[in-house]
Nanobody
Framework: QLQLVESGGGLVQPGGSLRLSCAAS????????IGWFRQAPGKEREGVSC???????HSADSVKGRFTISRDNAKNTVYLQMNSLKPEDTAFYYC??????????????????WGQGTQVTVSS
């Protein structure tokens, strides 16, 4: 069974940090592009950061300089390091995957496998 499982969410104060993990089971992430998306209440799901199978990355303007996506193929895991968190970063965060050797395109329709998500709340 192919699964992506997110972890690492929680409650953090503004300016704080969290590291989210996305662990794959049932398949290897090698050869897959991985994206992190988020959805706040009443809003559309939006792309946050994306990493290609060759570890090229890009991120949404709203998180550039604060969030870093990385992958460890040996651990079959992708990470999202989130620093300088703001209340507007509060959302449910999802990781997703699709098989490609090219650039990671942060379009929801491209992604075939999705995790169940983890809640991130930034509040004092």
């Amino acid at each position: 069974q192919l699964q992506l499982v997110e972890s690492g969410g929680g409650l953090v104060q503004p300016g704080g940090s969290l590291r989210l993990s996305c662990a794959a089971s049932g398949f290897t992430l090698d050869g897959y592009a991985i994206g992190w998306f988020r959805q706040a209440p009443g809003k559309e799901r939006e792309g946050v950061s994306c990493i290609s199978s060759s570890s090229l990355t890009h991120s949404a303007d709203s998180v550039k300089g604060r969030f870093t996506i990385s992958r460890d193929n040996a651990k079959n895991t992708v990470y999202l390091q989130m620093n300088s968190l703001k209340p507007e970063d509060t959302a449910f965060y999802y990781c997703a995957a699709y098989r490609t050797e090219g650039m990671c395109l942060m379009r929801r329709a491209s992604f075939k496998f999705w995790g169940q998500g983890t809640q991130v709340t930034v509040s004092s």
